[in-house]
């Protein structure tokens, strides 16, 4: 009996060092774990700006070209995000740091409700360093909890291009080029803003005297839509806020270059980023207030 509960004592041993090996491999290799462990930790911070929002928003809004433009900005939007995990940013960064003059959202509407789907689904990898439990380690260690980084983090190990891409002010730049090739078909599905994250993050930002700026991220050729390049969000308190959609076909397409501005499907490369971006700057915030 005694030789086999110390069986079992080493096996536990050597599975959590498996873990703990295993989670600073990744650590070593992977930007985007070191970009949400950096981000946890920001102290007296003042930026003029923030950016919130899932993939497409990591790729698309470069902070580094606002920076040089006088508003000192940071993309805090996270691969595989869901409303509820920027909520939790937002509130971790209000205890520590100096509030920012300016939010923008970006909204992923072009592929689905993802950000602001109904059933939250928190993202495991900002629960990992914004929330850290020893109970949540031994039940979902990361190796399993965060098993899709280590595939992410192959990539970079084996392909040049991953390996070329960095993350600069909290954006993904990548050099990589796919052609969009899909055809315009106009989406109708209509998206609802009345998502109680969304909602409670916006009510935070207006108590603190934020502004709020959403913008449905451009989406490729076929994920774009009709819709109003302005539109009003209801909000809880029956106020508006208005919406910025970049997806619309007619405003995209004379930002985004379909050969050569994108990463992957609805995902913008370092080019279209710092064009989309160009656009924000010089369409909404150029002549708002920063100082």
């Not at 992977?30 to 929002?53: Q, R, S, T």
Request: charge should be positive; hydrophobic fraction near 35%.
């Amino acid at each position: 009996m005694k030789k086999y509960i110390q069986k079992c004592v080493l096996a536990v041993l050597l599975l959590i060092v498996i873990n703990v090996v295993a989670f600073f491999v990744l650590m070593a290799v992977n930007p985007m774990i070191n970009k949400v462990h950096e981000c946890a930790n920001f102290k007296n911070k003042k930026y003029d700006l923030l950016v919130f929002g899932n993939s497409m928003t990591v790729d698309g809004i470069d902070c580094d070209y606002l920076s040089k433009k006088g508003i000192d900005s940071y993309n805090l939007a996270t691969n595989g995000s869901h409303m509820c995990s920027s909520l939790l940013q937002l509130k971790e960064y209000l205890k520590y740091n100096q509030k920012p003059k300016t939010i923008i959202i970006g909204l992923p509407s072009a592929t689905g409700q993802s950000l602001l789907n109904k059933v939250p689904y928190p993202n495991p990898l900002i629960d990992f360093f914004y929330e850290p439990s020893l109970e949540h380690c031994i039940l979902n260690p990361p190796p399993v909890n965060l098993r899709w980084l280590y595939t992410e983090s192959l990539k970079i190990v084996v392909s040049k291009a991953h390996r070329e891409s960095k993350i600069v002010r909290g954006q993904w730049k990548s050099p990589k080029v796919i052609a969009d090739d899909s055809a315009f078909q106009d989406k109708k599905t209509v998206f609802q803003y009345d998502n109680a994250d969304f909602q409670e993050f916006i009510k935070i930002c207006k108590s603190q005297g934020i502004q709020v700026i959403p913008i449905e991220m451009p989406g490729s050729n076929e994920n774009r839509n009709s819709f109003p390049y302005n539109y009003p969000i209801n909000l809880a308190d029956h106020s508006q806020l208005k919406l910025y959609n970049i997806n619309n076909y007619e405003v995209s397409k004379n930002i985004i270059d379909s050969k050569t501005d994108w990463l992957a499907h609805d995902h913008l490369n370092q080019n279209g980023g710092a064009k989309l971006t160009a656009f924000i700057y010089d369409t909404i915030l150029k002549n708002q207030p920063h100082d």
